[in-house]
Nanobody, 115 residues
């Protein structure tokens, strides 16, 4: 299983970024896909997921600002981030989750939001 995240970078507060995570080695259609993030000195926290059926769920801190989506033909999950805040600064990790709750992780992509 390989998950390759991309799209991170430096952006000013109020700006937008789109993260992508391309998967290989899995039957992508069957997996719940999502994102966690880890800020410096903090524990990794869950951000959002999208189920194989297209249902999404978000952490309260990103609700109404982030959109998680998937393209099953491209085997890619996306995280569209808008109205970014300095507290969104973190390394963002994508994951693939099986029905038995086993998670596979990508390598992470850095998002830095300047004030």
């Amino acid at each position: 299983v390989q998950l390759q995240a991309s799209g991170g970078g430096l952006v000013q507060a109020g700006g937008s970024l789109r993260l992508s995570c391309a998967a290989s080695g899995i039957n992508f259609n069957l997996y719940r896909m999502g994102w966690y993030r880890q800020a410096p000195g903090k524990q990794r926290e869950w951000v959002a997921f999208v189920t194989s059926g297209g249902t999404t769920n978000y952490a309260d801190s990103v609700e109404d600002r982030f959109t998680c989506s998937r393209d099953d033909r491209k085997k890619t999950v996306y995280l569209e981030m808008e109205t970014l805040k300095p507290e969104d600064t973190a390394v963002y990790y994508c994951y693939a989750e099986t029905r038995s709750r086993t998670k596979y992780w990508g390598q992470g992509t850095q998002v830095t939001v300047s004030s």
